[in-house]
């Protein structure tokens, strides 16, 4: 249970408090309607005292922890079942007994809900040693709270030393004395339940806190608490902020230290002088230079040493008294609460009257944007599309509707406005402004725009499925067919063909799953690139080596008459950090591409330049060219060009030397005309030297 003592120590104390301070509360906002001005100030008293007696009231509030009637849950876990029956029968009037031989069994019922309250385990077990089960279990987080008391034969103490070193919390050797067995079953059960109520009270308080801290955040004012020798224990943010200082620094100050208050000492001296539990009282308070008045009502609490104190500042409503009328005959049409922000223009098509929502949707107070126009919330270019639109109905004297506008909100975020208005009419019926709505639609744009943005998604995402099904009913037919065809030709007329026969058709089965496995390579790789999984790990390497070799292995994986790969080197110094694996995917894909759409033994230019810290790569061809139109999607996945014909393919190389590019934060461009070739030149930071400081 949470006494008067604790209950006193939560309101007096920092487990109230967060950084030393209560939550910052909210400005007043005094509604402008009749209603309010109409409440005497006996009611407004009677609420406020009755709000104080509500709050602290609230913390006697707090129960204790329930406790259950039903029995302790205990697993046994022991591989002779003669040994369950007889802890059972010492067991099973005192507690739900469970029982197991089997470790797997024992996993299973360990995970029950709710799960047993302890565990007896035993440590010599011819499938699994009870040490090791323990270990499985205090690495669950189901289970790993749950006490476990080792019943076993070894009497060794560093085995029992062992037990308690994996987690058990007793070790007991057979055979076991019943009441002691009981004794400490018991004890461990009692631990456990301290445990889960220390915890639950923990719990319970933490919500207590967020629960209390939202009752002071709901307060509508400035709110402090006093000792009865007018020290000042503690302050909502409203109250510092108002003279610019922390909450922390009022506590132990006196009422008036900041000469803030001129009569709220008086107050608080009358009303501890008093057997009074709650007063209230309008006063004087004087914040940065400018006297306001405030009604401020007050309870008390530790037996009367001391007070809690709320104060609503009280200067708008004595000022809009006086404006009330004509506001409510301005705007009887209109409903002050809605969503929307209702406003009014004049003939300059500034605005004179908005309502308090202004500040929700524009993040503006209504003080910032009187006088001001609509335009001052927009882009040049926006607001001179507005005015143009307002000017012709401003012409006309007509209403608008639903106008959509793009402003700013005070954070700087985009805001979307729609924008509806009909003219005010003077008593002489000439035209005075405009008064209307306006409506946050931001939400609702984005909304669209996402629907739109998952449509194209969508549409391209098939349109992929149906180049990939494409791709691979072709790609893969191909090879499939050779296969099979190969296959079949060796098993009905292998004793017909001679060695060297044989040889050749098991070496076209060999190339054919060689491409497949080529296909399916590239199909991976494709993967893990559009998942943005290319990493970028630079090592020390040579690039004129690595191209030249590079080029010699597309020498001799070129099958029938060789397509000659010309190799220029540019610079004096090759040497430096580059990623090998991603080099390897751009290059091989360049230069595949190049030599598989050009003419036979016409040459494909490849050569390196490095300068100034980049290496720039440029292979070119004389090849077949690429469209326009193929250009734009030229590092699409399953992407190929109209023109390719029977050239076989899978679309997915540029897309993964793009994308091995961008890992190595480097650029890739391509220029190309049909029929006369291709170029494409790919531009990598190439760090010709190692930092000293890495």
Known sequence: MVDDSCKQHILNHSEWLENGSFPSQSHVNLDKNTEYFERNHRLMKDQSIRFLS?????????????????????????????????????????????TTTEPEQARKLAHLSPPPDLILLDVMMPQLSGYDL???????????????????????????AKGFQIGGNDYIVKPADPTVLKARIQNHLIIKKLL???????????????????????????????????????CNQALAEAYQLHPTDFIGCQVGFKNEIFNFREFLESFFASDKTVAAQEVIIESQGTQSPYYVAAQKYDNGNAAVCVGINVTEQKEAQAALQQSETRFRNLVEHINDWVWEMDLDSQFIYLSPKVQDITGYTINDL????????????????????????????????????????????????EISGSPVLNPDSSFGGYRGIARDITERKQAELDIRKAFTQEKELSELKTRFISMASHEFRTPLTTIMASAE???????????????????????????????????????????????????????????????????????????????????????????????????????????????????????????????????????IGISEEDQRHLFEPFHRGNNVGNISGTGLGLMIAKQAVMAHQGKIACSSELGHGTTFVVNLPFMKERSTHD
């Open 134 to 160: 323990c270990i499985e279990f205090r690495q669950d987080d189901l289970t790993k709270d749950i006490p476990i008391i080792f019943l076993t034969g070894l009497r060794e103490a560093s085995e029992e």
């Open 370 to 417: 009187l006088g001001k126009d609509l335009t001052d919330l927009m882009s040049a270019d926006e607001g001179i599309r507005f005015t143009t639109i307002l000017s012709y109905f401003i012409r006309s004297h007509q209403p608008f509707t639903q106008i959509e506008v793009n402003c700013c909100h005070k954070t700087g975020r985009s805001l979307t406005l």
């Open 196 to 234: 889960n109520q220390q915890a639950q009270v923990k719990k319970t308080l933490a919500q207590t806190n967020q629960q209390l801290q939202a009752v002071l955040n709901a307060v509508p004012g400035m709110v402090s608490w006093v000792n009865r020798d007018l020290t000042y224990l503690g």
């Open 489 to 623: 030709s060796l098993e009905r007329y292998r004793h017909k063909f001679s060695d060297e026969k044989q040889a050749i058709i098991l070496k076209r089965i060999q190339d054919s799953v060689g491409y497949i496995t080529t296909l399916l390579s590239d199909v991976l790789t494709a993967g893990k690139a559009e998942a943005g999984k290319f990493t970028c790990q630079p090592q020390m390497i040579n690039l004129r080596k690595f191209c030249l070799n590079l080029v010699e292995e597309m020498h001799i994986i070129q099958s029938g008459s060789v397509t000659p790969i010309e190799f220029e080197c540019i610079g004096d110094r090759f040497e430096g950090e580059a990623d090998e694996k991603l080099l390897n995917h751009i290059l091989i894909n360049l230069l595949s591409n190049a030599v598989k759409y050009s003419p036979e033994q016409t040459p494909v230019k490849f050569s390196l330049t490095v300068d100034s810290g980049t290496a720039i790569f440029k292979v070119s061809d004389e090849g």
């Open 54 to 98: 509500d709050a602290v009231g609230f913390l006697a509030g707090v129960n204790g922890m329930m406790t259950s009637a039903t029995l302790s849950k205990i697993l046994i876990v022991d591989d002779q079942p003669e040994q369950l029956d007889v802890l059972t029968e010492h067991l099973k009037q005192d507690y739900d007994v469970m």
